[in-house]
């Protein structure tokens, strides 16, 4: 029988438990296991950094939420990232990157994988002719965000996997933005799925985390290996809170995206606020490809100020109910400078954002009063 998304986050991976008849599943906060005999672990069980039922509670139902094969957890999405790297590219390779990325991601290719011999050159992930062009023939991957972090950009998924493919690549998609409910890219043609779960999946700003999921046993093979023998693998209560945020991520998105809707608009009508971007917006130049490939746009807001980066920061540090800080996703809202907070480490790079630029995270609140504080911080800078 075929599952609905909110029945599948829910119940994949979380039957209730065989000896107590528990619906939640148990947290295994233990690090190793009894042994039937020697080599013979009791129900494939041996060490909690090999395997631990409640990661793999979790594991399973990313995958089913992805519609992936298999998935693999991570004690963030940094270290998801860095373990898919070392698991499938070699030193000499080479990966075209999103040229609008999350400032972490940038700084893995830059400052680490770099020095250990992997290249990497940057292509505007709009532009397909670009990315085929950024393409060599030791390029190993394709690397995008749709939406992009923090820019807002969109990628044509289908279309980027086609070109990767063709030139032997493949196609790996950070879905942190749109999660699994918004948008499915590996039915679009990727090949892994990059999550940091901290945000959306987990949902509540009190657990980070990361996650890979793809369909390939060959490539989830190599996967798996290096997830063990790298470890940097979730805790078990860490995977017990990020399934605690999953049962509720359907209705969690579609009020994160009933409220950036309304934000969105009522920015486009700011003297304070000189540029929006939010791919729900009919004049988003990626709004028709976002509109065929997503269910909805997300809760993610950006926008630039009129009054230039003094004017930025000082929306940021007026608001009241938009909380000043990183990270997104979460069901309170957040405000913040990525030139200044998220993206910092881009700056000087081809990767570099404007430095009038805000990101909002809407947050599941009232909408009225995210709009009154809103009104209120631009109002200090419009007068």
């Known amino acids: 029988m075929t599952h609905g998304f909110e029945t599948l986050a829910i119940h994949a991976g979380q039957e209730p438990d065989t000896a107590t008849g528990a619906v939640v599943p148990p947290i295994y906060q233990t690090s190793t296991y009894a042994q039937d005999a020697v080599g013979a672990p009791r129900r494939g069980y041996e060490y909690s950094r090999s395997g631990n039922p409640t990661r793999d509670a979790l594991q399973e139902c990313l995958a089913a939420l992805e519609g992936g094969r298999s998935a693999l957890t991570f004690a963030s999405g940094l270290a998801a990232e860095d373990t898919l790297l070392r698991a499938l590219c070699r030193p000499g390779d080479h990966v075209v990157i999103a040229g609008d990325a999350y400032g972490g991601t940038y700084r893995l290719f830059a400052k680490v994988t770099e020095p250990w011999g992997l290249s990497f050159s940057t292509a505007p992930e709009t532009d397909i002719d670009a990315v085929r062009a950024a393409i060599r023939d030791n390029t190993r991957l394709v690397w995008v965000e749709t939406p992009t972090n923090p820019l807002l950009n969109i990628a044509d998924l289908a279309n980027l996997a086609q070109v990767a493919h063709d030139r032997g690549a493949l196609l790996v998609v950070d879905n942190t933005f749109a999660t699994p409910y918004l948008q499915a890219p590996l039915s679009l043609g990727a090949d892994v799925v990059v999550h940091s779960t901290t945000k959306y999946i987990g949902g509540h700003s009190d657990v980070v985390g990361g ?173």
């Open 211 to 383: 996650a890979l999921i793809a369909n390939d046993d060959e490539l989830l093979t190599k996967l798996a290996y290096h997830q063990n023998a790298m470890g940097a693998v979730n805790g078990p209560f860490d995977a017990w809170l990020t399934m605690r945020g999953i049962r509720t991520l359907g209705v969690r998105m579609d009020r994160h995206c009933d409220n950036a809707e309304k934000v969105a608009d009522f920015l486009t009508r700011q003297s304070a606020v000189r540029q929006v971007y939010y791919p729900g917006l009919p004049e988003h130049p990626g709004h028709e490809v976002a509109a065929k490939q997503m269910r909805r746009f997300g809760g993610m807001v950006s926008f630039r100020a009129a009054g230039g980066e003094a004017a930025a920061i000082d929306i940021c540090n007026r608001a009241k109910l938009f909380v000043l800080g990183e990270s997104l996703g979460g069901v309170e809202s957040l405000i913040e400078h990525p030139g200044r907070m998220t993206h910092a480490s881009v700056a000087g790079s081809p990767l570099e954002v404007p430095a009038d630029l805000v990101r909002l995270s809407v947050g599941i609140e009232t909408i009225d009063d995210l709009l009154a504080d809103l009104e209120q911080a631009l109002g200090s800078v419009s007068q």
